[in-house]
Nanobody, 125 residues
Framework: VQLQASGGGLVQAGGSLRLSCAVSGLTFGNSAIAWFRQAPGKEREGVAC????????VYSDSVKGRFTISRDNAKNTVFLQMNSLKPEDTAVYYCAAERGLILGYWRDSSQYDYWGQGTQVTVSS
């Protein structure tokens, strides 16, 4: 299983970015894909998760209403659309995947067996 995250960059506060996570070697149908982020000196934080079998989505309170997670089954890719970005959104963003994840545990990074390499998002004020 491989996950390839991309789409990060430098953007001004209030701007938008769309991250992509290309997944290979994993059947989308019974998997959960999540985005985490980690800022310098901080713990890794769950941002959003999508469960592939029913398209349920969950978000952290800090991004709810600004970020949207979605997937394209034909391309085996999960997206994170980030709008109204704030300086505090600055972090390395990682995508992660797990088969049969119980959604209630989506924030627990230890639940995920597969991780992408991370993509840097920097929001300037």
């Amino acid at each position: 299983v491989q996950l390839q995250a991309s789409g990060g960059g430098l953007v001004q506060a209030g701007g938008s970015l769309r991250l992509s996570c290309a997944v290979s070697g994993l059947t989308f149908g019974n998997s959960a894909i999540a985005w985490f982020r980690q800022a310098p000196g901080k713990e890794r934080e769950g941002v959003a998760c999508i469960v592939s079998d029913n398209d349920d989505t969950v978000y952290s309170d800090s991004v709810k209403g600004r970020f949207t997670i979605s997937r394209d089954n034909a391309k085996n890719t999960v997206f994170l659309q980030m709008n109204s970005l704030k300086p505090e959104d600055t972090a390395v963003y990682y995508c992660a995947a797990e088969r049969g994840l119980i959604l209630g545990y989506w924030r627990d990074s230890s639940q995920y067996d597969y991780w992408g390499q991370g993509t840097q998002v920097t929001v300037s004020s």
